[in-house]
C-alpha cells in the first residue's frame, strides 16, 4: 500500500460512506412519513419502533442498494479526480494503468467481503425483524405469518412417496390436529397412519402422536393397529411448519441450503426461487466488484460534459444491469433457466463489458 493507494480507497470509502449515510437517512424519513398512522396505531413508543423495527430496516435498504451506491461512488470521486487532471498526473508520472485501479481493487474487494457477510447472516436476521413488525402492526392480514391461525390446515411432502397432513395448526403451541400420513407405491396407498393430535415433544425434539391409528395396506389384506400415543422421527420441525413465499428472505444461508436440501428430498417443486436467492447472495458480492471497475474505467477518462456525462453512463449502466438481472430471475422462477446461471447471468455479461472498456480506455 503506497500513497497513491490510501489517497484513492480514502477517497473511495469516505464517498461511499457518506452517500450511503445519507440515502438511509432519507430513506428512513420517506418510511416514517409512509407508516406515521401505522406506528400510531400499534401504541409503541420512539425506543421500540427502532429496536423493534428499524433495527431491521436499515440494513435491509442498505444492502439491497449497496452495489448502486458503490458504483456511484466511484464515478463521483473518479470523475472530479480526472477533472482535476489528477489521473493524467498520475499516468504521466509512469503509474501503468492496472497499477491505477490496484486501490479500487482492494476497496471493490473490501465492500463486497462486508456485504456477502451481510448476505449470508446479519440481512436474514434484519428481515426477521422487519417482517414480524410488519406483520403484527401493519399488515396483519399479510402472508409473513400465515400459518398463526389455529384454522390452517397444512399439506406437505415427508419424501418422494410420503404425503401428511395437519389441520388446525396452531404454530404457537407447536401442535395440531387431526393428522394423517399415506405412502405411495405403484399408484397404490400402501401405509396410513392417522393421529387425533400431533404435538411437538421439546425433550426429545421429534413428534409426538396421540390416538394413533396404524394401517398397513396388501393386496389382499390389510394390518390395523391402534395405541394411545407413539414418537415419530419426521423429518420436518416446527419451523418448517410456518414457511411462507418470504421464507428465502429471512433464513440465514446455512439454514437456507438446509431448508433446500429438505424440499428437495420431499420431492416439492418450485424451489427456483429459493436456489436463485441462494446463489445470488454470493453473486451480488461480485457485482459490487464488478461495478467497481466500470465506474472507475468509466469516469477516469476527462470528457466534455464532466461529472453529468459519468454518471448519466453510470445510470444507464446501473439499469441495464438490473434490467438483466430481473428477467434472468423470472426465466428462472417461470420458466427453466437453471437457477445457478440465473444468479450469474448479470455478473457474467458484465465481465465482457468491464474487459471491453478497459481494452478501449486510454492509457
Given at each position: 500500500m503506497k500513497k497513491l493507494d490510501w489517497y484513492i480507497l480514502r477517497k473511495f470509502l469516505t464517498t461511499f460512506f457518506f452517500s450511503i449515510f445519507l440515502f438511509a437517512v432519507i430513506a428512513?424519513?420517506?418510511?416514517?412519513?409512509?407508516?406515521?398512522?401505522?406506528?400510531?396505531?400499534?401504541?409503541?413508543?420512539?425506543?421500540?419502533?427502532?429496536?423493534?423495527?428499524?433495527?431491521?430496516?436499515?440494513?435491509?435498504?442498505?444492502?439491497?442498494?449497496?452495489?448502486?451506491?458503490?458504483?456511484?461512488?466511484?464515478?463521483?470521486?473518479?470523475?472530479?479526480?480526472?477533472?482535476?487532471?489528477?489521473?493524467?498526473?498520475?499516468?504521466?508520472?509512469?503509474?501503468?494503468?492496472s497499477r491505477w485501479l490496484r486501490p479500487y481493487w482492494i476497496g471493490g474487494i473490501l465492500l463486497a467481503g462486508v456485504l456477502w457477510f451481510a448476505n449470508q447472516y446479519v440481512v436474514p436476521k434484519a428481515n426477521q425483524i422487519r417482517g414480524s413488525f410488519e406483520a403484527n402492526y401493519i399488515d396483519k392480514n399479510n402472508t409473513y405469518n400465515a400459518l398463526v391461525s389455529t384454522s390452517s390446515h397444512i399439506y406437505l411432502r415427508i419424501d418422494s412417496f410420503t404425503y401428511a397432513g395437519i389441520y388446525s395448526y396452531d404454530t404457537l403451541t407447536k401442535r395440531g390436529g387431526p393428522f394423517f400420513s399415506f405412502r405411495m407405491k405403484n399408484n397404490k396407498v400402501t401405509e396410513n397412519t392417522r393421529a387425533d393430535q400431533i404435538i411437538w415433544d421439546t425433550a426429545t425434539r421429534k413428534w409426538k402422536l396421540e390416538g394413533v391409528l396404524f394401517r398397513k395396506v396388501y393386496d389382499l389384506k390389510e394390518d390395523i393397529t391402534m395405541i394411545q400415543e407413539k414418537i415419530m422421527d419426521f423429518n420436518f420441525k416446527p419451523l418448517d411448519l410456518s414457511r411462507d413465499k418470504y421464507t428465502k428472505d429471512k433464513l440465514t444461508t446455512p439454514e437456507l441450503n438446509r431448508f433446500i436440501e429438505l424440499e428437495e428430498l420431499r420431492g416439492s417443486e418450485g424451489l427456483n426461487g429459493l436456489k436463485v436467492e441462494r446463489y445470488r447472495r454470493d453473486a451480488t458480492c461480485i457485482t459490487v466488484l464488478l461495478l467497481t471497475l466500470i465506474g472507475a474505467i468509466v469516469a477516469g477518462r476527462k470528457v466534455r460534459g464532466g461529472s453529468g456525462v459519468h454518471l448519466a453512463v453510470g445510470f444507464v449502466t446501473a439499469a441495464l444491469f438490473i434490467l438483466t438481472d430481473r428477467f434472468s430471475t423470472i426465466f428462472s422462477t417461470k420458466g427453466d433457466l437453471p437457477p445457478l446461471l440465473a444468479a450469474w447471468i448479470p455478473n457474467l455479461i458484465f465481465i465482457f463489458v468491464v474487459i471491453y472498456l478497459y481494452r478501449k480506455a486510454p492509457k
Open positions: 428512513i424519513v420517506v418510511d416514517v412519513s409512509e407508516k406515521t398512522d401505522d406506528f400510531v396505531r400499534s401504541g409503541l413508543n420512539l425506543q421500540q419502533i427502532i429496536t423493534e423495527y428499524y433495527y431491521g430496516f436499515i440494513p435491509h435498504i442498505i444492502a439491497l442498494l449497496l452495489p448502486l451506491f458503490v458504483f456511484i461512488a466511484v464515478i463521483f470521486f473518479t470523475s472530479k479526480m480526472a477533472n482535476r487532471s489528477e489521473i493524467i498526473a498520475i499516468l504521466a508520472s509512469g503509474t501503468s494503468y
